[in-house]
C-alpha cells in the first residue's frame, strides 16, 4: 500500500515539474502594428479585471499594480481609483458589466483614446501533492475607444516556485515544505506581490507578450 502511495505521489510531484515547465504561448505582434500606428493612443483607461479564479481580492490586487507599468511604458493612465468610483457612481459595480459598455460611450465618459481589458485566469495558492505554489496569470488587450478595434493583446504570469528545484530530499520533508510554504503564503499574500510581477511582465514593452511602447518613451517609433 505505502509503495503505490509513493508512486502515485512520484507520478503526481513529475506531472507539476512538466506543466511548471511548459513554455509561455508567443504573441504575434505583426497583426497589431498597423492598427497601433494609426490610432497611436496617447491616454488609456484601465477597467476592473474580470476575475476567474476563486480568490475575491484579486479584481483589486492586480488593478491596483497597473499604472506604473504602464506609465513607464509611455502612456497617460487614468487614476484607476477615479475611474472605478466613476463607474460605481453610475450603478457598475461588477467586472463583466462594466466590460459591456460600449467603446463609444467610455469615450464620452473618460476621453481617453483607448482601454485595457484585463482578465485574472489564476490568482491564488494551491496545494500541490509534492509543492504549494501561488500563481498570478492574466490576459489582456488595449482597445481603441474610437474605431473599436483591437491594438494589442498578451498574456503574462508569475509563480512563487520560479526556479525552484524540488528533486532533492525525502518525500516526507517535501510534503512538510509544502505545508509550510502554503501556510506562509496564506498568511502573508504572497499573490499580491506576484500580481504585481505579472502587470510588470504584461504591460512593459521588451518583455514577452508586453504590451507596444507608448508616446512617451523614447522606445517608442512612428516608422
Known sequence: MIQRFLKLCAAAGLAVLMVGCAAPKKIDYTAFYAAFKASKPRSIVVLPPLNESPEVGATYGLLSQVTVPLAEAGYYVLPVTLVDETFRQNGLTVAGDIHGVSVAKLRDIFN????????????????????????????????????????????????????????????????????????????????????????????????????????????????
Open 112 to 223: 481617453a483614446d483607448a482601454a485595457l481589458y484585463i482578465t485574472i485566469t489564476q490568482y491564488g495558492t494551491k496545494f500541490m501533492v509534492l509543492d504549494s505554489v501561488s500563481t498570478v496569470a492574466a490576459t489582456a488587450k488595449l482597445v481603441d475607444l474610437k474605431s473599436g478595434r483591437m491594438l494589442w493583446a498578451g498574456q503574462a504570469r508569475a509563480s512563487s516556485n520560479e526556479g525552484d528545484n524540488n528533486s532533492g530530499g525525502s518525500l516526507v520533508a517535501m510534503l512538510v515544505t509544502a505545508v509550510v510554504k502554503q501556510i506562509i503564503h496564506s498568511s502573508t499574500d504572497k499573490s499580491y506581490g506576484l500580481a504585481g510581477v505579472t502587470s510588470f511582465r504584461l504591460l512593459s514593452p521588451g518583455q514577452e507578450g508586453g504590451i507596444l511602447y507608448g508616446p512617451r518613451s523614447p522606445g517608442y517609433s512612428t516608422d
